[in-house]
């Protein structure tokens, strides 16, 4: 079958730009109609229209509770209930414990763990009302070791791989599957902002930079957006359904 998932709504925070886009077009690509999220409505409204008839652009920050509830409900009014959920908006900000102040903790935690939660709490009831769904959470090879620089980060990865667990388990029974995936760096605006950090804080020439995060991937290379997308549209098809409560690395053998 090439269109495994035609009928299926998919919404994917943060899928304006980065991992997130490239997630919506291979949804797309595998059928389904796909919504994507962020805080630039005109970033979506471009991204959604170069994507074509099935994608639809909303402006949702997923730190507003309310901005989620009334996002949601604009996504089915446009494409039906929402039957895949990617939680993959995300900030990384990298700094010394010591000056990882509570600011940036909340930051970070409000929006890499909390708006996942707050989203599939939009999500999951849709889902068991249809009798089918995926959640899949895109964590990171942080969520599963430790980095230095990354407390906050690491905390929040991990913690949202603590409720891709619990959450799967909670509804083994049911047809829904929640997973993670795990990538390590990737070609993104996250992996530039943090070369700009690093040259700023240390004076350091960029291509070290770049070599010391490459240097992380046993393959010696930065992920490709679009690998991260082929992992996450794998656990979005039907014969998944045995897959559930499992975080995937997507990182060229960095953890095992
Ligand atoms: P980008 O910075 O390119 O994209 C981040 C996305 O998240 C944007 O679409 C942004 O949209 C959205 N976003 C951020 N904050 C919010 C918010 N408060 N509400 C709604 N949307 C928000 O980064 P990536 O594509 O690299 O990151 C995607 C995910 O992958 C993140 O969760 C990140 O932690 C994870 N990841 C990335 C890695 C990497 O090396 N690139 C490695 C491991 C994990 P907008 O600006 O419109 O709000």
Redesign the pocket.
């Known amino acids: 079958m090439t269109e495994p998932l035609a009928g299926r709504h998919a919404l994917v925070?943060?899928?304006?730009?980065?991992?997130?886009a490239a997630i919506a077009r291979q949804l797309l690509s595998l059928g389904a109609s796909v919504t994507i999220?962020?805080?630039?409505a005109a970033?979506?409204r471009a991204a959604a229209a170069e994507m074509g008839e099935r994608a639809f652009g909303i402006a949702?920050?997923?730190?507003d509770p309310a901005a989620i509830e009334a996002g949601f409900a604009e996504a089915a009014k446009r494409f039906g209930p929402i039957a895949i959920l990617v939680n993959?908006?995300?900030?990384?900000k990298a700094a010394p414990f010591g000056k990882t102040d509570l600011t940036m903790w909340d930051d970070i935690l409000r929006?890499?763990l909390t708006?996942a939660f707050l989203c599939a709490k939009a999500a999951v009831p849709g889902m068991l009302a249809v009798g089918w769904g995926r959640v899949v959470n895109?964590?990171?090879?942080?969520g599963l070791t430790g980095l230095a620089y990354c407390t906050a980060y690491c905390a929040a990865?991990h913690g949202l791989i603590g409720l891709t667990r619990a959450l799967a388990r909670e509804l083994a029974l049911k047809p829904v599957t929640v997973n993670a995936v795990?990538?390590?760096?990737?070609e993104?605006?996250?992996?530039e902002t943090t070369l700009d950090n690093i040259v700023a804080k240390t004076g350091r020439p960029r291509e070290d930079a770049l070599a010391d995060l490459v240097a992380q991937n046993p393959q010696k290379r930065l992920?490709k957006?679009q690998e991260v997308a082929e992992a996450v549209g794998w656990l979005c098809l039907p014969g998944s359904a045995s897959i559930t409560g499992q975080s995937i690395a997507v990182a060229g053998g960095e953890l095992m």
């Open positions: 925070t943060g899928g304006g730009r980065g991992i997130g999220t962020g805080r630039d970033r979506l949702m920050d997923v730190t993959n908006a995300g900030i990384a929006t890499d708006g895109v964590a990171s090879t942080a990865k795990c990538p390590g760096y990737t993104t605006d996250i992996v992920i957006p």
